[in-house]
């Protein structure tokens, strides 16, 4: 390699991306401090960066929120559809993705709390925004819930619904020492497949 080859090479090397780290950041702060009560300059210097610097990566704090979900979302969509790969019956599948979900808001971190606690109060493009990441990923679960031998009277909405109510409460009084995500999904769908006995 020639000199002016090498020079090339060096000034062809990406910008030093500290992306990454400010969403980790954000996403702790948000989470133990809640979004209202988060700076960017706390959320920079957590980040290893100048405050000024943050908004290279992000213009306002409401986008950074923004990222946040999107990153907590894609997370917690790839556990449950990585769960989905195995199991066929329509029960078994449902538990599956319970499964994953639980597991993904009970592990401790950062993001999945943020997804299922932080919304701008404001009724602004940043808030529908996010309202509709989280439609998308429910679709899975439509899907899933859908696909039930339930009673034709049974509505499906209202089932999905109170699912995702069950299963995002359990951050309020779960604890590591008792059941594991498996068996509270077991459980939950224990309980449901009630009806679905003659």
């Given at each position: 390699?020639?000199?002016?080859?090498?020079?090339?090479?060096?000034?062809?090397k990406p910008r030093d991306?500290?992306?990454?780290?400010?969403?980790?950041?954000?996403?702790?702060?948000?989470?133990?401090?809640?979004?209202?009560?988060?700076?960017?300059?706390?959320?920079?210097?957590?980040?290893?960066?100048?405050?000024?610097?943050?908004?290279?990566?992000?213009?306002?704090?409401?986008?950074?929120?923004?990222?946040?979900?999107?990153?907590?979302?894609?997370?917690?969509?790839?556990?449950?559809?990585?769960?989905?790969?195995?199991?066929?019956?329509?029960?078994?599948?449902?538990?599956?993705?319970?499964?994953?979900?639980?597991?993904?808001?009970?592990?401790?971190?950062?993001?999945?709390?943020?997804?299922?606690?932080?919304?701008?109060?404001?009724?602004?493009?940043?808030?529908?925004?996010?309202?509709?990441?989280?439609?998308?990923?429910?679709?899975?679960?439509?899907?899933?819930?859908?696909?039930?031998?339930?009673?034709?009277?049974?509505?499906?909405?209202?089932?999905?619904?109170?699912?995702?109510?069950?299963?995002?409460?359990?951050?309020?009084?779960?604890?590591?020492?008792?059941?594991?995500?498996?068996?509270?999904?077991?459980?939950?769908?224990?309980?449901?497949?009630?009806?679905?006995?003659?």
């Amino acid at each position: 390699m020639t000199a002016s080859t090498a020079t090339l090479a060096e000034t062809a090397k990406p910008r030093d991306n500290k992306r990454p780290q400010v969403l980790d950041s954000a996403a702790r702060y948000f989470r133990e401090q809640g979004y209202a009560a988060s700076s960017m300059r706390d959320i920079a210097a957590a980040a290893g960066m100048k405050a000024g610097s943050m908004y290279y990566y992000f213009a306002s704090k409401e986008e950074l929120l923004v990222a946040v979900h999107e990153e907590g979302i894609r997370r917690i969509t790839k556990a449950v559809n990585a769960a989905l790969a195995g199991p066929a019956g329509p029960w078994e599948r449902l538990e599956a993705a319970m499964s994953a979900h639980l597991a993904s808001l009970l592990d401790g971190g950062d993001y999945a709390q943020v997804v299922t606690r932080e919304l701008p109060r404001d009724d602004g493009p940043a808030r529908r925004r996010l309202i509709g990441m989280r439609d998308d990923y429910e679709t899975i679960f439509r899907g899933l819930v859908d696909a039930l031998p339930l009673p034709p009277e049974t509505s499906r909405r209202h089932l999905r619904l109170m699912l995702f109510g069950a299963m995002n409460w359990t951050q309020h009084w779960y604890r590591p020492a008792g059941d594991t995500p498996e068996a509270i999904a077991r459980a939950f769908v224990s309980v449901l497949r009630k009806g679905d006995q003659p």
